[in-house]
């Protein structure tokens, strides 16, 4: 995966809200601290110790302890934690040149204001108010969690952090609050208990971000945030909903082995790196709508107790390969771009694909629910659906929903068309198997799955019954059989014969008219042997004039209709009764020309009784008889 580029607009975007916001020493005096009053000897104290006569504090009164270290620029003074990088016109304020040890002298003052206010006010939490704030990159990375005590409450409004942060000092924190920061080093949360929300909103995230074995009681909420360098959270617990709103992840994601108690909701937010979900347990609801996977997803193995619902989803490359579907699922309105898998997946209540859109390509879809199990209803009505081979061997307790296509058959000549394409540019699956290969091999793959699934859809609805279903998904899986290059010649001759004479058994009229063709067609050959018997001695021409005189012709129509209604009778034809026309050919004209022409009665005979037969078996299928 190639390094995410962060937009250096971004960046720039942030710092102009941030100089907008104006955490100058005359701007901080216009910003309230809300719970906290002042009273008429300048000390800070608790609202509900303030008199009638104090008033409310800024934050100029909770930093007063810096006014003797302000820092003149072209922007104004600045207390050295509000200190910016660079001053609006991109001079440097030279903070980002500043040593570690000074770094830690300038915030050891806050770290005195903060244990003071805490000595004074024992049964009041403190949260300082670091709103604003510049922490620098120099700054010991676990320094602003250092700030917090047991039970404490970290809060950051509108602040940079130009290094690394790693929250792990402290076992339980109250909650931690993030509004429109700037992270642009590597940010990690390790082994903490969260009591209340743990909330990033607006905040930008250059670096990677971590959070590993840590537990949310109630819950995790990002929203409108932008996360540029890799996201993983490893073996957490989740007691409060996850809820994602809004944001985009432009590197790696990773949500894995841990669990999700209250609901996981995925709103309006883009993935466009590498997502895992995988091995992780949802162990609530699901829900993920308007959301954008561009890069590959991967939700194997995931367990997913309650109800899941994946609405208007766009995914890229995706993978549920062997998760596990225990209450309704549903994928309605969603789209599947690219490669698709759901191979060995457990669907144990209803699926819905309704309205889904599915790959045009069959090399990203073949085989998608090999060996899947959908053991109650399952929806695949779409606009278009013609992915039959997505359900090769995928086994169904009820016959899934599909559409009501009044086109015939032209979803399954789709189907075709797009496997003999996918064969011709030799895709392989599953996706760890990229390589070209022969094209007959690629033809059975591709054949093959579509006779599987076509076999699997049959059997679904042949379990209920469904027997014009059924007898579709038989013609089709018969169909693509004659495609595949192991299909045996005589078999596939038959098959073709079986298919261009009644459909696979279906069509009623087809076999009756082909009757009437072969009526017709032996009448002549019963004429032309009796023309050529009685005639061949003689010149052509005397041939050619007779040919046109006589009623051989209509004879031999009568004698070739006699083997349709009464099949075989030209083998009852004897020297007694045997009309004058019929002994030219069956006696007269010798021993081989009468061989021959009782050889054909019968050969009509044969074959128009299996066309009517066909028609029968149409009539029946079609009327559900017997």
């Avoid at 409004?157 to 790693?166: E, P, R, T, W």
């Avoid at 609801?285 to 367990?303: C, H, I, L, N, Q």
């Avoid at 070739?560 to 009464?566: A, E, H, K, N």
Wanted: aromatic fraction near 14%.
């Amino acid at each position: 995966m190639p390094k995410a580029i962060v937009p250096a607009s971004e960046i720039q975007s942030w710092w102009r809200g941030w100089r907008e916001e104006d955490f100058s020493w005359n701007g901080l005096a216009r910003k309230s601290w809300l719970g906290w009053s002042v009273n008429g000897s300048g000390e800070l104290i608790p609202d509900d110790l303030a008199g009638e006569t104090d008033r409310s504090a800024t934050l100029q009164d909770y930093w007063a302890f810096e006014a003797d270290h302000l820092v003149n620029g072209p922007d104004g003074e600045f207390t050295e934690f509000h200190l910016p990088l660079h001053w609006s016109d991109d001079s440097d304020t030279l903070k980002s040149s500043w040593s570690r040890r000074r770094c830690s002298a300038i915030f050891g003052r806050l770290a005195s204001q903060i244990k003071s206010l805490k000595e004074k006010y024992p049964d009041h939490q403190i949260i300082a108010p670091l709103d604003g704030v510049v922490f620098p990159h120099l700054l010991k990375d676990n320094y602003i969690p250092s700030l917090v005590s047991e039970h404490d409450t970290l809060s950051l409004s509108i602040s940079a952090v130009c290094g690394k942060l790693n929250i792990g000092n402290v076992d339980t924190i109250e909650q931690l609050e993030l509004n429109n920061c700037l992270f642009l080093g590597p940010f990690r949360i390790d082994d903490i208990s969260f009591r209340e929300l743990v909330m990033l909103h607006k905040c930008l995230l250059v670096g990677p971000f971590r959070i590993q074995t840590s537990k949310m009681i109630n819950g995790l909420a990002f929203s409108e945030a932008a996360f540029f360098g890799p996201v993983r959270i490893l073996a957490c617990e989740f007691n409060g909903e996850v809820a994602i709103e809004d944001c985009v992840f432009a590197n790696s994601v990773s949500l894995a082995t841990g669990t999700a108690n209250a609901g996981v909701m995925i709103e309006k937010t883009r993935f466009l790196g590498q997502s895992t979900f995988s091995r992780f347990g949802f162990n609530s609801e699901v829900y993920v709508s308007e959301t954008v996977f561009a890069g590959p997803t991967r939700w194997v193995a995931a367990k997913f107790p309650g109800e899941v619902n994946f609405y208007k989803v766009h995914f890229g490359p995706a993978n549920f390969s062997r998760a596990e579907f225990e209450d309704h699922v549903s994928f309605e309105e969603s789209t599947f771009s690219e490669i698709m898998e759901f191979s060995h997946v457990h669907f144990a209540k209803y699926a819905s694909f309704r309205n889904s859109i599915f790959p045009s390509d069959a090399g990203m879809f073949t085989g998608a629910f090999r060996d899947a199990r959908f053991s109650d209803g399952a929806n695949f009505v779409q606009v278009n659906f013609y992915h039959f081979a997505a359900f090769d061997e995928a086994t169904f307790k009820r016959p899934p929903l599909l559409n009501d296509d009044e086109r015939g058959d032209w979803p399954f000549a789709k189907a075709v068309s797009l496997a003999r394409r996918a064969s011709l540019s030799s895709w392989r699956r599953p996706e760890t198997e990229r390589q070209q290969m022969p094209l007959e091999r690629a033809r059975e793959y591709f054949f093959g799955a579509l006779e599987g699934g076509c076999r699997s859809l049959k059997l679904a609805m042949e379990a209920k019954r469904a027997r014009a279903l059924e007898q579709k998904f038989y013609r089709y899986e018969l169909r693509a059989r004659q495609s595949r290059p192991s299909t045996g010649p005589s078999e596939r001759i038959v098959s073709a014969a079986f298919y261009l004479s009644s459909n696979f058994g279906h069509a009623i009229f087809r076999p009756i008219f082909l009757t009437g063709f072969v009526l017709l067609a032996f009448g002549l050959a019963f004429a032309l042997i009796h023309y050529l018997a009685v005639n061949l001695p003689q010149s052509t021409n005397i041939m050619y004039d007779r040919w046109y005189n006589n009623d051989d012709l209509a004879r031999g129509i009568n004698l070739s209709g006699r083997q349709v209604f009464r099949p075989f009778s030209i083998w009852d034809i004897g020297t007694k009764t045997i009309d004058p026309w019929e002994n030219d050919i069956l006696i007269g004209g010798g021993f081989f020309i009468g061989l021959a022409t009782r050889l054909a009665g019968t050969l009509e005979s044969m074959i128009s009784i299996g066309l009517l037969f066909m028609s029968g078996l149409a009539i029946k299928r079609r009327f559900q008889l017997g």
